[in-house]
Antibody, heavy 117, light 105 residues
Framework: EVQLVQSGAEVKKPGESLRISCQGS????????ISWVRQMPGKGLEWVGR????????NYSPSFQGHVTISADRSITTAYLQWTSLKASDTAMYYC??????????WGQGTLVTVSS | SYELTQPLSVSVALGQTARISCGGN??????VHWYQKKPGQAPVLVIFRDNNRPSAIPERFSGSNSGNTATLTVSRAQGGDEAEYYC????????FGGGTKLTVL
């Protein structure tokens, strides 16, 4: 069965850096884009951006452009979402999801990021 | 950018039919997908490309899309259907509706 397994919960201070991961297994990792989706506490789903693991092409929601970086390492079938300087407003659950022609049937279990001084 | 508008909440009596709308400019010309989101769980795809169900989703879930409104229909609603439901489209980026809380009374 196709799986996306995300890294564990993180607690960070404002200004710190962070990279969370999403490892795909049991499918051809370079065939499907990976997207990241944010859900802030009590709020809805927001698309952060996506990467094509085949060529590392990325595009981002304007709301997140310049604040996060999405990358991938094909050799270990893993995608990443990273911040260089976290803010309290980055506190949220982050999901990775496999892009399947416009929709997402496979999701990671989520990574809770808490940013607090 | 593409805006999708959903009602904040929909209530349905147990065993009855719930309809959740998703409004967007000429949304009928786009593929619309729907997700069920329960607290503490990852989203689950319930409808893709307007009216297609993944194999694990019951036939009670169906979708339609025309004009400026897409609709998710949940027939014979059960307590386990209580969740937030989100519509989504892809247009050089992913756009989600604001989500609708479905309450089964």
């Amino acid at each position: 069965e196709v799986q996306l397994v995300q890294s564990g919960a993180e607690v960070k201070k404002p200004g710190e850096s962070l990279r969370i991961s999403c490892q795909g297994s049991r499918y051809s990792f370079t065939t499907y884009w990976i997207s990241w989706v944010r859900q802030m506490p009590g709020k809805g789903l927001e698309w952060v951006g996506r990467i094509d693991p085949g060529d590392s092409y990325t595009n981002y929601s304007p709301s997140f452009q310049g604040h996060v970086t999405i990358s991938a390492d094909r050799s270990i079938t893993t995608a990443y979402l990273q911040w260089t300087s976290l803010k309290a407003s980055d506190t949220a659950m982050y999901y990775c999801a496999r892009h399947e022609g416009g929709y997402y049937e496979r999701w990671g279990q989520g990574t809770l990021v808490t940013v607090s001084s | 950018s593409y805006e999708l508008t959903q009602p904040l909440s929909v209530s349905v009596a147990l065993g009855q039919t719930a309809r959740i709308s998703c409004g967007g400019n000429n949304i009928g010309s786009r593929n619309v997908h729907w997700y069920q989101k329960k607290p503490g769980q990852a989203p689950v795809l319930v409808i893709f490309r307007d009216n297609n169900r993944p194999s694990a989703i019951p036939e009670r879930f169906s979708g339609s899309n025309s004009g400026n409104t897409a609709t998710l229909t949940v027939s014979r609603a059960q307590g386990g259907d209580e969740a937030e439901y989100y519509c989504q489209v892809w247009d050089s980026g992913t756009f989600f509706g604001g989500g609708t809380k479905l309450t089964v009374l």
